[in-house]
C-alpha cells in the first residue's frame, strides 16, 4: 500500500470522527426523560391517539393535520376512537399539553431534536 | 483491480438507492393511522367567489382604524411602522392616487382626493402570485381565497414581485425576537409568522372556517363600510350593493380579475 | 484527473487562498444573514429583490455563452475552437453554480429548497428554472469531464457524449430564456414586460459570456503552456461585437417604444434609470457608466486595428463584461421594482453584509474556475509534450 502511514492514520480519524456522537454519549448521557404531564393532560387519560401511537409518530400526525387544515381547510379531526377534535397545534395539542419544558421540551432535548414550531405557534405561558 | 472496484462502487449505489426507496415505502405506510379521518366544520362558511364591497364614502380615519387594528391584532401582525420600508401590513390606508396610480388627474374631486382608501390583497380570480409560486405556498381555494401555507413557503419573494398591488408582505426580520420581544402577541390563540416567510390577507379563512366574518368587516359592521359576499350566490349583499352602486377595482387592465370593488 | 489541481505554482496557491479567503469571508456573513433574516440586507416591502438576484440573471447569461464556441464547433465545424470548448463548458460550470448560490442566498428559508423539488409546480417559471439551470450544470460538467479524459487518454470520447453536446446547445439558450421569463410574464411591473426581454438577455449574454472568455484565454496563456490560440481569440471577438450591437440595438428599440408612446408606465422605468425620477437618481451614474462603457467598447472592437491588438482587445473586453455587469446584474432587475405598485419610489442600496455576500459567491465561483481551468490546462500540457 503506498502511504500506509497516512493512509491508516486518515481511517482511524474518520472512524473515531465518524463514530463520536455514540462515543460521547457513552461518557455524558444523563438520565432517560421524563416528561411530565399536565394536570388537564393528566385528567384526559388519553391524548388524540394512544400514547403509543403519539410517541413515535406525533410528528407523522402534526404534518397530516397542518395539510389538512390549511391546504384543505378540513378543521376536525376525527380520532379513530370516534371523538372530534380541531385540528391545531396551537390550541388543542398545547391547550392539554401547557407544560412545554416539562413535557414537550424533555424528549427533544434529550433526542437533541429542534422542532422549529414554536417560531411561529406560540406556546403557553407556564408559570415557572 | 479497476474494474472490479467500479462494478463495487456501481453495486453499492444501486443497494444504497433501493435501500433508500424501499425504507421511504415503510415510512409512507407508517404514516397513515388507520380509520382517522378529517372534515370540515359544518359551522364553516362555503362560497364559490368570496368578495368584498367597500364604500369608500363610508370611510374615514376612524372606521378604517377600527378595521385595520381588527385585523392586525387578531393574526398578531407587527407593527415596524416604516422603518427602512420593512413593514408588514394585512391591510392599510392611502389616497387615491396610490390606490389607483394612473387614474389621477390635477382635478379631482376633493372628498376623493383626502379620502383614506382601505388597501388589501385583492384575492384575484386570476391570480399571478398563485402563478409564479414554485412551491404552491400559495394557492387559489375553490372558493377564491388566495391563500398561504406559512409551512411551505420557501421565501424566494416570486409572488411579491408578481403582485401588481402591493398586498404582500416579507418578514425580513423575526417578529417573535423583535416586536413581541418584550410584548406578549395580541391573539394567543393564533400563530405569529417568523423570518424568511411571505404573509397577506387570508380573508379570515380560520374564522370563515367557524362561521365567522372577516375582522375588518366585522370592525366596521355598524356602518357596513364594508361588505362580505359570495359573488356568485345572486342574493348575497354583496351583488346587491354592487348592482345599486357602481364600482371599481384596481389596475383591472391587467387581467388579475380582482374581488374587491370600491364603490366612489 | 482532479489530482491535476493540487500540483500548481506558488502562485496558484496564493490565488486558491485568497479565493477561499474571500468565501469564508462570504459564508460567514451568510451565517450572519441567517440568524438575524435578510433584513441585513438592503432590500424592501417595495424592491424585493437586490443584488443577489440581479446579479444570478447576469451570470446566467455568461454560463450559456459556452454554445458560443461548443455550436460552431460543433455543428458546424469551425476548427479553431477544438481547443477551448472545454474552457467555455468550464466555464459555464462555475456561472451555473454562482447562479445557484446567488439564488441559495436570496432565500427566506433555505432550508426549505427542496420544496421546490418535493412539490413541483409546472406552472412557475422558478420551478422550471431550477430545471433547467440544474440540467446544464450536469451537462457541462459530464460534457467536459468525459472529452477532457478523452482527450487526455488520446481517445476518442464515449458514443453517448456526442448526443448530450448537441442537447446543450438548445439548452444553453433554454437557461436564459426561462430566466427572462422570470421577468417578461409579471402584470404590473412594466419596465420588465416586454416581449424581447429574453432577446435582450441572449444578445448580452452572448456578449459578456465571450468577453470573459477571452480575458481567461489571455490569462491562461499568459501562466500556461497552453496557448488558446490567437485565431480561436480573434473569432470570439467577432461574435462579442456583433452580439454587442445587437445589444445596443435592442436598448434602443425599448427606448423608442417607451418614449414614442409616452405612455407613462413604459417611460418611467427609463426615466429613472437615466435621469432619476421625482428625485430619486440613485441608479444614474451606474447606468451611464453602462452607456458610455458600452457604446465606447463597441466602438473599440469595431475597429479592426483594435480588435486584432490582444492588449486593445482586453481592454475593450473588460469594458464590455463591466458595463453588461451594471445593465444585467443591477440596473434591470433594481429599476423592475421603481416605481412601486403605487406609483411611489423606494430606492435600493447594497449593505455590507450582502455585498460580502455577494463578493463570497463570486470568489466560489472562481475559486472552481480555477481549479477546473488548472485541470484542463494540465491536461493540455501534458498531451502536447
Known amino acids: 500500500m503506498y502511504n500506509k502511514g497516512l493512509v491508516i492514520t486518515g481511517i482511524v480519524i474518520f472512524v473515531v470522527f465518524f463514530t463520536s456522537p455514540f462515543l460521547i454519549g457513552l461518557v455524558k448521557s444523563g438520565p432517560p426523560p421524563e416528561p411530565e404531564l399536565s394536570p388537564k393532560a393528566k385528567l384526559a387519560k388519553q391524548c388524540v391517539e394512544a400514547k403509543e401511537y403519539m410517541v413515535e409518530s406525533h410528528m407523522q400526525m402534526l404534518n397530516d393535520w397542518r395539510n389538512e387544515a390549511v391546504r384543505e381547510g378540513k378543521r376536525i379531526y376525527v380520532a379513530t376512537d370516534g371523538k372530534e377534535y380541531t385540528v391545531s397545534l396551537q390550541n388543542t395539542c398545547m391547550d392539554c399539553h401547557s407544560n412545554k419544558s416539562k413535557f414537550c421540551d424533555q424528549c427533544h432535548n434529550y433526542a437533541e431534536v429542534n422542532p422549529y414550531c414554536w417560531e411561529c405557534h406560540i406556546e403557553p405561558k407556564e408559570k415557572l | 483491480m479497476e474494474r472490479s472496484r467500479r462494478s463495487f462502487l456501481k453495486i453499492l449505489g444501486i443497494s444504497t438507492l433501493g435501500l433508500g426507496t424501499l425504507s421511504s415505502v415503510d415510512l409512507l405506510a407508517k404514516a397513515g393511522m388507520g380509520k382517522a379521518e378529517f372534515a370540515p366544520d359544518p359551522k364553516g362558511m362555503t362560497g364559490k367567489r368570496w368578495a368584498l364591497v367597500v364604500d369608500v364614502k363610508k370611510l374615514d380615519e376612524d372606521t378604517t382604524q377600527k378595521a385595520i387594528e381588527a385585523c392586525h391584532l387578531i393574526h398578531n401582525v407587527p407593527d415596524y411602522g416604516d422603518e427602512d420600508n420593512e413593514e408588514i401590513k394585512w391591510i392599510w390606508t392611502d389616497k387615491y392616487e396610490h390606490a389607483f396610480p394612473g387614474t389621477e388627474h390635477e382635478y379631482l374631486a376633493a372628498e376623493i382626493e383626502e379620502k383614506p382608501f382601505l388597501l388589501l390583497c385583492n384575492h384575484c380570480a386570476n391570480p399571478p402570485c398563485v402563478r409564479v409560486c414554485p412551491t404552491q405556498a400559495t394557492w387559489q381555494r375553490e372558493d377564491g381565497i388566495v391563500m398561504m401555507d406559512q409551512h411551505r413557503c420557501i421565501g424566494c419573494r416570486y409572488c411579491m414581485a408578481a403582485c401588481p398591488f402591493g398586498a404582500r408582505s416579507f418578514n425580513w426580520k423575526d417578529p417573535r425576537t423583535t416586536y413581541f420581544k418584550d410584548k406578549e402577541p395580541p391573539n394567543p390563540k393564533y400563530p405569529t409568522r417568523t423570518k424568511g416567510v411571505v404573509e397577506k390577507c387570508n380573508l379570515c379563512a380560520e374564522r370563515l372556517a367557524v362561521g365567522e366574518m372577516p375582522a375588518c368587516v366585522e370592525a366596521v359592521q355598524d356602518s357596513k363600510a364594508i361588505v362580505f359576499g359570495d359573488l356568485e350566490d345572486p342574493h348575497s349583499e354583496v351583488r346587491e350593493v354592487l348592482h345599486e352602486h357602481f364600482a371599481i377595482r384596481r389596475k383591472p387592465e391587467l387581467g388579475t380579475n380582482p374581488n374587491v370593488y370600491y364603490i366612489v | 484527473m482532479l489530482e491535476t489541481a493540487l500540483k500548481g505554482s506558488k502562485k496558484y496557491w496564493i490565488l486558491i487562498g485568497v479565493l477561499f479567503g474571500l468565501h469564508a469571508m462570504g459564508a460567514t ?357
Open chain 3, 29 to 385: 456573513a451568510f451565517l450572519y444573514q441567517l440568524s438575524k433574516g435578510l433584513t441585513v440586507t438592503g432590500m424592501s416591502r417595495d424592491v424585493s429583490w437586490g443584488i443577489y438576484i440581479a446579479q444570478f440573471t447576469f451570470l446566467v447569461g455568461v454560463a450559456a455563452s459556452a454554445v458560443m464556441v461548443v455550436l460552431p464547433y460543433y455543428l458546424h465545424n469551425v476548427k479553431e475552437f477544438g481547443k477551448i470548448t472545454i474552457l467555455g463548458e468550464f466555464l459555464a460550470v462555475a456561472a451555473v453554480n454562482m447562479c445557484l448560490m446567488f439564488i441559495l442566498v436570496d432565500l427566506g428559508k433555505p432550508m426549505r429548497m427542496l420544496n421546490v423539488i418535493l412539490h413541483p409546480t409546472l406552472n412557475s417559471i422558478l420551478f422550471w428554472d431550477m430545471v433547467v439551470l440544474n440540467g446544464y450544470l450536469f451537462l457541462n460538467i459530464i460534457i467536459g469531464w468525459m472529452v477532457l479524459s478523452a482527450e487526455r487518454k488520446e481517445v476518442e470520447p464515449p458514443k453517448w457524449v456526442k448526443p448530450l453536446i448537441y442537447l446543450s446547445i438548445p439548452w444553453a439558450v433554454s437557461i436564459h430564456t426561462v430566466t427572462a421569463f422570470l421577468y417578461a410574464g409579471l402584470p404590473g411591473r412594466h419596465f420588465w414586460l416586454t416581449a424581447i426581454m429574453a432577446a435582450r438577455f441572449l444578445a448580452s449574454a452572448f456578449a459578456a459570456g465571450p468577453a470573459l472568455l477571452i480575458l481567461l484565454c489571455l490569462i491562461v496563456r499568459k501562466v500556461s503552456k497552453f496557448d488558446p490560440g490567437k485565431e480561436a481569440i480573434q473569432k470570439v471577438a467577432n461574435i462579442v461585437v456583433y452580439a454587442m450591437i445587437i445589444s445596443i440595438f435592442f436598448v434602443v428599440l425599448e427606448i423608442f417604444t417607451a418614449f414614442y408612446s409616452q405612455i407613462p408606465g413604459h417611460m418611467h422605468g427609463f426615466v429613472y434609470t437615466f435621469v432619476g425620477l421625482h428625485g430619486h437618481a440613485n441608479l444614474v451614474p451606474w447606468t451611464w457608466a453602462f452607456a458610455v462603457m458600452a457604446v465606447l467598447a463597441t466602438l473599440m472592437l469595431l475597429c479592426p486595428p483594435l480588435r486584432k491588438n490582444e492588449k486593445t482587445l482586453a481592454i475593450s473586453c473588460l469594458l464590455v463584461f463591466f458595463s453588461l455587469w451594471i445593465e444585467k446584474g443591477i440596473t434591470l432587475v433594481i429599476t423592475g421594482f421603481i416605481p412601486n405598485p403605487f406609483d411611489t419610489i423606494t430606492e435600493y442600496v447594497p449593505t455590507l453584509p450582502e455585498i460580502a455576500i455577494t463578493i463570497g459567491v463570486w470568489a466560489t465561483g472562481f475559486l472552481i474556475l480555477t481549479i477546473l481551468y488548472k485541470v484542463a490546462v494540465s491536461v493540455k500540457e501534458e498531451i502536447a509534450s
